[in-house]
């Protein structure tokens, strides 16, 4: 697959080159998607005001449940694939966990606990209708505080958004990151 845009290279603008240095860990070299963005700097500090891979009222396993499936769902693969590669072990997803975001049936999957499939099931809905039926919603909410709600259908969104960034600029995979199962 060709990008339809070429990444930033060194030398980047000196500001630039500050904020694409604090963004990967040491000797990672900044990713395709930042470089990309980082042609239209404007767009890069408004896309980077937007992250939430701060700690938030999430926990961060219940976080990377909400962006893999939502990069799943939307056939987004370099981005899935970099979130598996640093963060699936942290959050002890094993074969099954990984799998199970990109599986069609993946909500129903028994590697998750119930309020983990209530997560899965918030994204697939959102994803499948735009919103979320009233009676998710009130099992939602025995589960998970608004703050969290929030969180996640935010967290769904923004994967969406990152998804449609990735796919439709054509970002060559990061060569460390993971892949799609191939039953996916």
Known sequence: MNTRIDPAVQPYEKDMEET????MPEGVEPLVLFRT???NPRVFRRFMAGGLLDK???????REIVIDRACGLCGGEYEW????AFFAEKVGFGA???AATVAADGASASC???EEKLIMELVDELHRTQTLSDGLWARLKEAFSD???IEMVVLAGLYHMV???VNGLKLPLETYAARFPESA
């Open 20 to 23: 694409l240095s604090r963004l």
């Open 37 to 39: 963005l980082a042609r």
């Open 56 to 62: 938030g009222t999430l926990t961060m396993r219940q």
């Open 81 to 84: 694939g970099v979130h598996v």
């Open 96 to 98: 099954e966990e990984i």
């Open 112 to 114: 998750w606990s119930g």
């Open 147 to 149: 703050e969290q709600l």
């Open 163 to 165: 998804s449609f960034v």
